[in-house]
């Protein structure tokens, strides 16, 4: 069952411009986690959001979350060619984690 | 080094032929999983194990088992491979659920002729 809804599905960006992802998600959740993937490679976490948490930064990284609309946000600023990536969000729930589909972020130099 | 390691990255195998793949943490997890990945699907968990020798199905069960008799391998298993099973595999591993992120493994590429 799929439980994040990221958006977009792609972005194009150039240096130094920031990125913003949104997910959407349809129950409650324990926390909510943002990862990255580089092409055919492991994820890696970036951030954890808690249910009662609205918003948290780590380096260029910030992550809001809104419960009553049951959706979080990733920006990355002043994005860099290194940043291009697939970025999941996932919610974590009672037994498991959930991933959503991915936004797709190309950064381009 | 924190690490999650599977085994083996690549494995072009037959249908029906017996295979395992493994995977090994570090880090004293309770909490490890199996996910498979394929294209405009997303990550789907295979099967979930809390702690040692308590596992259970994720949504794509069929076709696979696990066992965790110790807290640091989760091996996955497939019985009898079928070319629908052709896809990326990734093991995580999480203190516990609910805690922190998930570690993931490198990943192993399945497929199955």
């Known amino acids: 069952s799929q439980q994040g809804e990221e958006d977009p599905q792609a972005l194009s960006i150039q240096e130094g411009e920031n990125a913003t992802m949104n997910c959407s998600y349809k129950?409650?959740?324990?926390?909510l986690q943002w990862y990255r993937q580089n092409s055919g490679r492991g994820l890696v976490h970036l951030i954890l959001i808690r249910s009662n948490e609205r918003e948290k930064h780590s380096g260029r990284l910030r992550v809001t979350l809104d419960t009553s609309k049951k959706s979080s946000s990733l920006l990355i600023t002043a994005s860099r060619a290194a940043d291009t990536a697939s970025y999941f969000c996932a919610t974590d729930n009672t037994d498991k984690l959930i991933f959503g589909t991915g936004t797709r972020l190309q950064v381009f130099p | 080094e924190a690490q999650v390691t599977q085994n083996p990255r690549y494995l072009i195998t037959v249908t029906g032929k017996k295979l395992t793949v493994t995977c090994s943490q570090n880090?004293?997890?309770?909490?490890m999983s199996w996910y498979r990945q394929d294209p405009g699907l997303g990550l789907r968990q295979i099967y979930y194990s809390m702690n040692v020798e308590v596992t259970d199905k994720g949504d794509v069960p069929e076709g696979y088992k696990v066992s965790r008799k110790e807290k640091r391998n989760f091996p996955l298993i497939l019985e009898s491979p079928s070319p629908n099973q052709t896809s990326l595999y990734f093991c995580?591993?999480?203190?516990?659920?609910?805690?922190?992120?998930?570690?993931f493994g490198s990943g192993t590429r399945l497929t199955v002729v």
């Open positions: 880090m004293n997890h309770e909490y």
């Open positions: 995580a591993s999480s203190l516990s659920l609910g805690v922190g992120g998930y570690t």
């Open positions: 129950t409650s959740i324990n926390n």
